[in-house]
């Protein structure tokens, strides 16, 4: 896959993701595990570009090699670097994990000894991000040497375990690793996200163990939809999810007014907006409570508001509108888009996209407050898509009359 196909691919799943789209620290039941290795890993969810200081200022991933990236350095010393961001999954907490290395393919025949690596600490675009905008991404205070370990069959490794933790627990959004070489004339060649196959491209290996956890902060474990045997859109979306229900609920469903919401944002921006959706939103619910099973549905003033574990959970709404060009148009749907989180009983949150498997989110735990992780760093990250669910967050409690899933449209 060629980075033109590789965006566009990007591009189309983003576009997919636009259809509709006090706790208390007493100890519950807990849940234990054998420590287990998993390897995280998603070829449309895996970005990386490359630089060369002695070069023109541009990508040297879009302009001259994609299907590989760069590390080293120049005979003079100058830095050939690199970005690389990898999705994470939501399996562990971060004091969970007990190790996680980084593989990269080596398509060359000089392998590091050591390598430099640092975080990215802002947003990056693959596509168009030139040599300056990458160095000022970079966190170069937290750039340090690691040991690379040779695996076989062209493969290095190295343990990036505190970058995960890091990362898991809410102290940084995962932009990704920044790499460098360390020696003068050695440069080293790595396969790319787009590589010849998703087995060469590059992937994190991760060994965990799931330890003590409270299980009084909702009602219900997380549940994997679709269920077996059904199609990916059987599965409902966000929205639907969030209530337990696999029947999308979509913008039209909720008879979102357009004009009004232009109005609105004109006035009051995308605050006015987020008041004007959540009425939407609590509307629904109350016209299609019986086939929702749904028998209270209320409101919180924030992330700390008491519920009652034993019979309701937490959801989480937040919205984003987009103006282009200066231009105020939520008419067109796709400058607007709702998400919405579910809360589950260890604390964790899950969600779902219309057309993808749900899914337990990644540097989601019980202490850490959905208004502080950056939504756009779970499923699905690009550089169009970052940052759009930019509203404040919205806090509902839900009582379902059934601990099955419902399908209120029938």
Not at 95 to 118: Q, V, W
Request: charged share 25%; proline share 3%.
């Amino acid at each position: 896959m060629s980075k033109p196909q590789k965006l566009l691919s990007v591009l189309l799943l983003a576009s997919m993701l636009l259809i509709g789209a006090s706790c208390s620290n007493t100890k519950a039941t807990t849940e234990t595990g054998k420590a287990t290795t998993e390897t995280w890993k998603a070829l449309n969810n895996t970005f990386s570009a490359w630089y060369d200081e002695s070069k023109p200022d541009t990508s040297m991933g879009i302009d001259v090699d994609s299907q590989n990236f760069y590390v080293g350095k120049t005979a003079e010393g100058k830095d050939i670097f690199a970005l690389l961001r990898l999705p994470l999954k939501g399996t562990w907490l971060a004091d969970e994990i007990s190790e996680a290395r980084l593989f990269l393919k080596l398509n060359s025949e000089t392998a590091p000894s050591k390598i430099s690596i640092g975080f990215v600490s802002n947003n990056w675009d693959y596509s168009n991000l030139t040599r300056a905008e990458a160095v000022s991404a970079i966190d170069s205070t937290s750039i340090r040497s690691f040991d690379v370990k040779n695996e076989g069959g062209a493969w290095v490794s190295v343990s990036v375990k505190d970058f995960v933790r890091t990362w898991l627990s809410g102290e940084r959004p995962n932009y990704g690793f920044a790499l460098f070489g360390e020696i003068d004339g050695e440069e080293y060649t790595f396969i790319s996200d787009v590589g010849e196959s998703e087995a060469e491209i590059p992937y994190l290996e991760v060994t965990g163990q799931t330890g003590e956890r409270a299980k009084n902060y909702g009602k219900f474990a997380y549940t994997e939809t679709p269920f077996p045997g059904a199609l990916t859109d059987e599965g409902g979306n966000c929205m639907s999810y969030a209530l337990r229900d696999t029947n999308m609920i979509l913008i039209d469903d909720l008879a979102a007014d357009f004009d009004s919401m232009d109005q609105i944002y004109t006035q009051l921006g995308e605050s006015g907006v987020l008041t004007y959706f959540t009425e939407l939103v609590k509307n629904y619910v109350d016209e299609h409570k019986t086939g929702l099973k749904i028998s209270s549905f209320r409101q919180l003033d924030s992330f700390d508001s008491k519920i009652d574990p034993s019979v309701e959970y937490r959801i989480a709404m937040r919205i984003g509108c987009k103006v282009w060009n200066d231009v105020v148009d939520l008419g067109g749907k796709r400058n607007f888009d709702y998400h919405f989180w579910a809360q589950l009983n260890d604390g964790k949150w899950a969600q779902k996209f219309p057309l993808d498997t749900s899914e337990i989110i990644p540097c989601s735990a019980a202490n850490l407050s959905p208004e502080k992780y950056p939504w756009d760093c779970a499923m699905m990250w690009t550089g169009n898509s970052q940052n759009y669910y930019t509203s404040k967050v919205v806090y509902f409690a839900v009582t379902k009359s059934t601990d099955e899933f419902t399908q209120h449209k029938g």
